[in-house]
């Protein structure tokens, strides 16, 4: 399938990738400044982020510049939005309680761009 496997080094109290670093198109990466190194991710166009109580890299993308976004993740919202993404956003405080977002209510599927 010509994927590159990268290993990506998270502090303990991180559970899940998608806290730190998303995919929001073929060729762009949301990522948590704080937790993940640029150099780790080197090759794509990178959008950083500090991590805050709700500020995450967990998006839903739903295809070129097109993603899905907690709608108290301000921070994303504002990076995202000045670089033209559509961006929809959903009340998720509930999910966020118990430290999930929009990705984690969501099937991963291979998508061709």
Not at 10 to 16: A, K, Q, R
Not at 39 to 62: H, K, M, Q, W, Y
Not at 84 to 100: A, P, Q, R
Request: negative net charge; glycine residues 4%.
């Amino acid at each position: 399938m010509d994927y590159e496997v990268r290993v990506i080094f998270l502090p303990d109290y991180i559970l899940h990738l998608d806290k730190a670093v998303m995919t929001v198109n073929s060729k762009q990466l949301l990522y948590c400044s704080d937790l993940v190194s640029k150099e780790d991710l080197s090759g794509f166009d990178l959008i950083d982020i500090v991590t805050r109580d709700i500020n995450t890299a967990n998006v839903i993308c739903l295809g070129d510049n097109e993603v899905i976004v907690n709608k108290q993740n301000h921070d994303v919202i504002q990076k995202l939005e000045a670089r033209d993404f559509t961006v929809h956003t959903l009340d998720l405080s509930e999910f966020v309680k118990g430290t999930g977002g929009p990705n984690c209510l969501i099937m991963p599927i291979e998508r061709k761009d």
